[in-house]
C-alpha cells in the first residue's frame, strides 16, 4: 500500500521495497504489545521533563534492566503533544527494527497503561552526556574527537538508512536534567538518544526549521526549503568543532547565524573538516565520503562498529545518568505513582 506513495516520492524500486519493509516490522512493533506495568519492576527516577518522567526497571522474567520513558497522557494533550509523542514511537520503531545500531538507544518494547505511554528503552549506565564532559574537563584532543566522532558517524547513517533524519544532534532533552541526546554507555561509548524531532524523508522531505541556531544546516535555516538527512552531517560538523574548541562554530546572535555559515571556513586541527563553510564532502553518500576524509585516516571502521577502540572516557562504575546506582533497585513507591 505504500508503494504509490514512495513512486510519487521519487525513490528507487530497491529503495521502496527496503522501505516497505522497515514499515511493515515498524507496524508490527507499534501493535500493542500484550505486556503490562506488572511485567516490570520499576525503580528510582532518573530523568524529568515536560512530558513525563525516565524511570530505572527491571524486567520481571528475565531480570535485565531498562529505561522505561513514561509520557503522561494529560500532560501531552494539555501541551497539545500528540503528534510529537507518536511521532517519536514511529521513529524509535524504524531504528530498532531488525539489526539494532550500538550506537543509538533503541527501544526493545512499548505498551500504554490508562495514563501513559511506556517506551522500554536501552538503559545507559554511563551517567552524563558529552557536552557535561565537556564542561568538566574543557576542549577534547582531536584523538579523543576522532573516536566520539566515527561513533556518531555510524548511529547517524544507521538512522539514514532507515530513511530517519534526527534533526537534533544538539538540543537538550526535554526529559533529562541535563542536555542528553549524546549519552555513554557504562564502558564510554556513544548512544545517540531522543528521537522526538527525528521524522522520516522516505516519502516527502520535511521544510519545517528544527533544531538549535548554530547546528542547524542553511536548507533547515531557509524557510520553506526542503532538506534530507544531510542537514544531520552540517550538524556533525558544528558539534565536532565544539568538542574541538570548547564552543559553538557561530556567534550566539541567532539571528546572523545563516549569513555566519555561507561565510565560515573551520579548521580545528591539522585537518579541514569542512571547506568554504560546509562540512558536508561533495559527491557519494555523504557519511562515506565523510570517513574517507583526511582527519579519519587510519581508522577501521569494522572495529569501531564493534566497539574495539578504547574510550577516552570510562564513567565510574556505579553510574546512571550521573547518579550513585547502588539505589536504582530500591523500589520507590512514591515515584511510580
Given at each position: 500500500p505504500w508503494f504509490g506513495l514512495m513512486a510519487q516520492a521519487g525513490l528507487k524500486q530497491t529503495q521502496m521495497i527496503k522501505m516497505d519493509e522497515l514499515l511493515q516490522r515498524a507496524a508490527a512493533i507499534l501493535r500493542p504489545f500484550k505486556l503490562t506495568m506488572n511485567d516490570f519492576s520499576v525503580h528510582r527516577i532518573i530523568g524529568r521533563g515536560g512530558f513525563g518522567e525516565v524511570y530505572g526497571c527491571r524486567k520481571a522474567d528475565t531480570g535485565k534492566m531498562y529505561a522505561m520513558k513514561c509520557l503522561d497522557k494529560k500532560r501531552i494533550k494539555l501541551k497539545g503533544g500528540e503528534t510529537l509523542a507518536l511521532n517519536e514511537r514511529i521513529m524509535l520503531s524504524l531504528v530498532s527494527t531488525g539489526d539494532s545500531c550500538p550506537f543509538i538507544v533503541c527501544m526493545t518494547y512499548a505498551f500504554q497503561t490508562n495514563e501513559k505511554l511506556c517506551f522500554i528503552l536501552d538503559l545507559m549506565n554511563g551517567g552524563d552526556d558529552l557536552h557535561y564532559h565537556l564542561s568538566q574537563h574543557g576542549v577534547f584532543a582531536e584523538k579523543e574527537v576522532k573516536f566520539y566522532a566515527a561513533e556518531v558517524i555510524l548511529g547517524l547513517e544507521h538512522m539514514h538508512s532507515r530513511f530517519v533524519v534526527y534533526r537534533d544532534l544538539k538540543r537538550q532533552d526535554l526529559l533529562l536534567p541535563q542536555p542528553a541526546n549524546i549519552l555513554l554507555d557504562e564502558n564510554g561509548h556513544v548512544r545517540i538518544s531522543d528521537l522526538g524531532l527525528a521524522c522520516d524523508f522516505s516519502r516527502k522531505k520535511p521544510h519545517a526549521s528544527v533544531g538549535t541556531h548554530g547546528y542547524m544546516a542553511p536548507e533547515v535555516l531557509q524557510?520553506?526549503?526542503?532538506?534530507?538527512?544531510?542537514?544531520?552531517?552540517?550538524?556533525?560538523?558544528?558539534?565536532?568543532?565544539?568538542?574541538?574548541?570548547?564552543?559553538?562554530?557561530?556567534?550566539?546572535?541567532?539571528?546572523?547565524?545563516?549569513?555566519?555559515?555561507?561565510?565560515?571556513?573551520?579548521?580545528?586541527?591539522?585537518?579541514?573538516?569542512?571547506?568554504?563553510?560546509?562540512?558536508?564532502?561533495?559527491?557519494?553518500?555523504?557519511?562515506?565520503?565523510?570517513?574517507?576524509?583526511?582527519?579519519f585516516a587510519g581508522i577501521d571502521w569494522t572495529q569501531v562498529y564493534l566497539q574495539k577502540y578504547p574510550a577516552p572516557l570510562v564513567p565510574p562504575r556505579g553510574e546512571v545518568n550521573a547518579h550513585d546506582a547502588f539505589d536504582i533497585g530500591s523500589f520507590d513507591e512514591e515515584d511510580t505513582k
Open positions: 524557510k520553506g526549503a526542503a532538506y534530507d538527512s544531510s542537514a544531520d552531517w552540517f550538524s556533525l560538523g558544528c558539534m565536532l568543532y565544539k568538542l574541538l574548541k570548547g564552543h559553538s562554530p557561530f556567534r550566539h546572535h541567532k539571528t546572523r547565524d545563516k549569513h555566519e555559515i555561507d561565510r565560515m571556513t573551520l579548521t580545528p586541527g591539522p585537518h579541514r573538516l569542512r571547506v568554504a563553510g560546509d562540512p558536508r564532502p561533495a559527491g557519494g553518500p555523504p557519511g562515506q565520503r565523510l570517513k574517507e576524509q583526511p582527519f
